[in-house]
Each structure stands twice: as structure tokens, then as C-alpha cells.
């Protein structure tokens, strides 16, 4: 199975970190999707070494959408505390998990879908 995560906000809660872990213990191939430059990395690569999740299995979309990429992968979920991400990732027929909700990232989708 293929499981990726978003990393700022979803990837870096503690909760997800211990979900991480897990599904790779279980034999999972985890991801890393993140709409941050490659150059801003680092925090991304130690993380992800402390979690146990490979190098070449983290990318970085340049602030592009993730659901091209998660289609392309194949990813079987994806979890993320972005709702538009997660609608667009479900509108390519992939699961996708909103990890995280609070009332600005809500307020900011409304406004954004003019509502």
C-alpha cells in the first residue's frame, strides 16, 4: 500500500508522526507530498529520517497542487490538513484524509470558493 503525507501542519503533528511510523514498521511505502520548494528541504529530510521514510520517497511540488503527483504515484491515501488539496486529490478518483481543520484554514477555503 502507498500512503503519503503532506508535511507542514499534518506531517510534523505528533499524532501523524506516530502514524507514520507505523505504517512503515507494518511494510507500507511512505511518502512525503509537500507543496514547499525543494530548497526549504531540510526540515523535511531530517524528519523523515527520523521517521524511517526513504529519501527518494519524498517530493517536493514546488507550490504546485499534490494531486497530479498523487495520481501519478498511485498513492492509495494521502493525508493532508489542506481541504482544496484534499477535494482536488479526490477529484482524481484518490483517497484523501483532511488531518486538521481550524477555523482560519476553513474561513480561507470558503473565501476562496466564494462563499
Given at each position: 500500500?502507498?500512503?503519503?503525507?503532506?508535511?507542514?501542519?499534518?506531517?510534523?503533528?505528533?499524532?501523524?508522526?506516530?502514524?507514520?511510523v507505523?505504517?512503515?514498521?507494518?511494510?507500507?511505502?511512505?511518502?512525503?507530498?509537500?507543496?514547499?520548494?525543494?530548497?526549504?528541504?531540510?526540515?523535511?529530510?531530517?524528519?523523515?529520517?527520523?521517521?524511517?521514510?526513504?529519501?527518494?520517497?519524498?517530493?517536493?511540488?514546488?507550490?504546485?497542487?499534490?494531486?497530479?503527483?498523487?495520481?501519478?504515484?498511485?498513492?492509495?491515501?494521502?493525508?493532508?490538513?489542506?481541504?482544496?488539496?484534499?477535494?482536488?486529490?479526490?477529484?482524481?478518483?484518490?483517497?484523501?484524509?483532511?488531518?486538521?481543520?481550524d477555523?482560519?484554514?476553513?474561513?480561507?477555503?470558503?473565501?476562496?470558493?466564494?462563499?
Open positions: 500500500m502507498k500512503i503519503s503525507f503532506d508535511f507542514d501542519d499534518t506531517l510534523t503533528e505528533k499524532h501523524m508522526q506516530q502514524l507514520a507505523s505504517l512503515c514498521g507494518s511494510g507500507a511505502d511512505v511518502y512525503i507530498i509537500t507543496t514547499r520548494l525543494a530548497g526549504f528541504g531540510q526540515e523535511v529530510y531530517q524528519l523523515a529520517s527520523q521517521l524511517g521514510i526513504a529519501q527518494d520517497k519524498i517530493y517536493f511540488t514546488h507550490r504546485a497542487s499534490k494531486a497530479s503527483l498523487v495520481d501519478q504515484l498511485e498513492i492509495d491515501i494521502h493525508f493532508d490538513d489542506d481541504p482544496a488539496e484534499v477535494e482536488s486529490i479526490g477529484q482524481k478518483g484518490r483517497m484523501a484524509v483532511l488531518v486538521k481543520l477555523n482560519v484554514v476553513l474561513q480561507r477555503f470558503l473565501q476562496n470558493r466564494g462563499y
